[in-house]
Structure formats: structure tokens, C-alpha cells
């Protein structure tokens, strides 16, 4: 069975930079879409950025574009989120999730990232 492990979240000051890591084990990662989500305190789960199995495709939310970038390693089974410019709401859960087609999704824990004003 898949899993995914987030980690990287923090406290950080509005203007800030955090990096979050996903370690994934259990599936073929290389075959994966990877994506981050986040869920902002009372809202619902969003996408903010999503990669292709070979990392050379990416895609963003409007509201983080140009201030986030996702990228993985397969050889390393692990993806991350550069965050930068953090504004306070961006403050939410972040989750790592795993996509291929009608296969299982998995879904890591999630990491609290907060960001003070």
C-alpha cells in the first residue's frame, strides 16, 4: 500500500520561504502524477500545484503562480513545494497526494504551514 509523508511545515513571517518535502514508498512513483493540495482553516481542500510522472510538466493554482514550484526526484521517491513570498493566506494544511488514472490515490497526513502578518 501506498504512502506519502510530508514534512518541511512550519511557522514563517509574511514575506517568508518554506520548502515542503513528500517522501513516497509502497507504488511505482515514477508512474505517479504528484500534487500538493492544502486545506485553509474552515475552507475546502484545494489544488496548488501538480507534476507529471517525468517532472517536466507543472501546473499551478492562479493564487500561488509565479511564488510556488513543485519538482521531484524519482530516483529519490520524493517530491517538493519551494514556497516563497508566503503570504499569510497560504496559511493551511498541505497535503502530498499520488494520482494515476482509475488506480488508488494516496494521501499523505499533512503539514501545518502558518504565516504570521
Known amino acids: 500500500q501506498g504512502q506519502l509523508v510530508e514534512s518541511g511545515g512550519g511557522l514563517v513571517q509574511f514575506g517568508g520561504s518554506l520548502t515542503l518535502s513528500c517522501a513516497a514508498s509502497?507504488?511505482?512513483?515514477?508512474?505517479?502524477?504528484m500534487n500538493w493540495y492544502r486545506q485553509p482553516p474552515g475552507k475546502e481542500r484545494e489544488l496548488v500545484a501538480s507534476?507529471?510522472?517525468?517532472?517536466?510538466?507543472?501546473s499551478y493554482a492562479d493564487s500561488v503562480k509565479g511564488r510556488f514550484s513543485i519538482s521531484r526526484i524519482n530516483a529519490e521517491n520524493a517530491v517538493y513545494l519551494q514556497m516563497n513570498t508566503l503570504k499569510p493566506e497560504d496559511t493551511a494544511v498541505y497535503y502530498c497526494?499520488?494520482?494515476?488514472?482509475?488506480?488508488?490515490?494516496?494521501w499523505g497526513q499533512g503539514t501545518q504551514v502558518t504565516v504570521s502578518s
Open positions: 507534476i507529471n510522472g517525468f517532472g517536466d510538466r507543472q
Open positions: 497526494n499520488a494520482e494515476a488514472g482509475s488506480s488508488p490515490q494516496f
Open positions: 509502497g507504488f511505482i512513483f515514477s508512474a505517479y502524477q
